[in-house]
């Protein structure tokens, strides 16, 4: 059988990587070649495929090494069991896609993942090979985002952090009892064992770097992980209490939540729909408000419903403050920053400019106003010198007043 060309196994394999999430380079070290010394650059602005938390658009080469996989996980596209087309680059194929999808100014790094083929540490050592030609032989400085694999020997995960600027390991599915069902090739205790070892790396690398300004980076942008939603019975409190643990004992940079995706020829064992997109979103804006909002996981957890889910119609911020309105009305005056994060449509940056201002004036509402897309939503929770809403936080029909309208999608070819 004749050999795919490298046209079309380009588009199998990055295809096949649409399911991987995690593509972000924020946090990494910054490298450039405007000196005339190497080639390529942490920075930059090109076509854009992914966004950095601090609103950079950023674009990578998104693919797979090969689809081939030993496994059979249920959810994957790639299982062994599965009828795709098959297709594999060598590594120096994909270096040399690299940097001539690089020099074309289309891309600013590598997001490289990859099916098990013949051994974990074999494909392990394919990976690793492809940044070590970028690195060493091409001194390539742009952005390089290995996803690595947990099987294989510590070692080779040990080489895979010394070339990319982010590490990464799929967590999978929330729940040890959904990973044993849906990927039975697949341990916990052996992810996170993996995870743990990348997290001593990282902390001894930059002890080392404290000491001797020649000591090797280890992944300067961290490590991360996702974890399909949707796939298992796991509820929304599960997947945040999986999130804050992962953060607190690895402590990751990133989890991503990727809504499970029917495949081809799925698994009799998978449900038959997708998840809402919706969901997805609100775990990460629930995310959001343990790595930037203050929530302890508990209080995030709070907001869920009795089921364990978090409300569709209505973000989790906006929920725990319709479930706590003791705490609420705040003061915009007066308050300390940690109660102004909690109010409903009040987000970091305008927390900041009210503290900023509030040293100079007395605020009114109009003020807050300039600072948010909607007041109606911040005023049954906000006091302001000239707004006190005395009974409105009270109100039984509160949550009808202040969630956000349904807007239905217009039909495209509508008369």
């Known amino acids: 059988m004749a050999q795919p060309s490298l046209l079309e196994r380009l588009g199998i394999l990055a295809d096949a990587a649409k399911y991987d999430a995690s593509c972000a ?48 996980c249920h959810y994957c596209i790639n299982r062994k069991s599965s009828n795709v087309r098959r297709a594999r680059f060598t590594p120096q194929e994909v270096v040399d896609l690299t940097l001539s999808f690089y020099r074309r100014n289309y891309i600013e790094g590598l997001f490289l993942s990859s099916g098990i083929v013949k051994s974990s540490n074999h494909t392990m050592e394919q990976l690793v090979e492809v940044a070590r030609i970028l690195r060493e032989e091409h001194d390539f400085r742009g952005y390089i985002h290995l996803k690595t694999i947990p099987e294989a020997d510590p070692g080779l995960l040990a080489q895979a952090g010394l070339y990319a600027d982010r590490v990464s390991i799929n967590v999978e599915l929330p729940t040890d009892a959904g990973l044993t069902r849906l990927a039975p090739d697949k ?76 495949i081809p020829d799925a698994s009799a064992v998978l449900p038959l729909k997708r998840p809402p997109l919706i969901r997805e979103h609100r775990l990460y804006q629930s995310d959001w408000l343990m790595r930037f909002y203050g929530y302890a996981p508990g209080e995030v957890q709070q907001a869920a419903d009795a089921d364990g889910m978090l409300p569709l119609d209505i973000d989790p911020k906006l929920a725990w403050a319709l479930k706590f309105r003791e705490r609420f009305p705040v003061d915009v005056n007066r308050a300390p920053r940690e109660a102004l994060l909690r109010v409903p449509g009040l987000g970091v940056r305008a927390v900041g400019a009210i503290l900023a201002s509030r040293r100079h004036r007395t605020l009114r509402l109009e003020d807050v106003a300039r600072l948010t897309v909607s007041i109606a939503k911040l005023r049954p929770f906000l006091i302001a010198a000239d707004w006190r809403p005395v009974s409105l936080t009270d109100r039984a029909d509160l949550r009808a007043l202040v969630a956000p309208r349904k807007q239905s999608q217009l039909e495209l070819f509508a008369a």
């Open 187 to 262: 341990s916990a205790r052996q992810i996170e064992g993996a995870m743990a070892g990348l997290k001593g790396e990282i902390v001894e690398a930059k002890d080392a770097r404290k000491r001797f300004k020649s000591a090797p980076r280890f992944a300067p942008a961290g490590q991360s992980t996702q974890m399909i939603v949707g796939a298992d019975a796991a509820t929304d409190a599960d997947i945040v209490g999986k999130a804050s643990t992962l953060y607190g004992d690895f402590a990751l940079r990133r989890v991503y939540y990727s809504a499970f995706s029917p």
């Open 25 to 72: 380079s924020s946090g990494t070290a910054k490298r450039t070649s405007k000196g005339g010394k190497g080639i390529g650059s942490t920075e930059g602005m090109g076509i854009c495929h992914a966004y950095a938390p601090d609103g950079r658009c950023i674009s990578l080469l998104k693919i797979l090494l090969t689809n081939h996989c030993i496994f059979d």
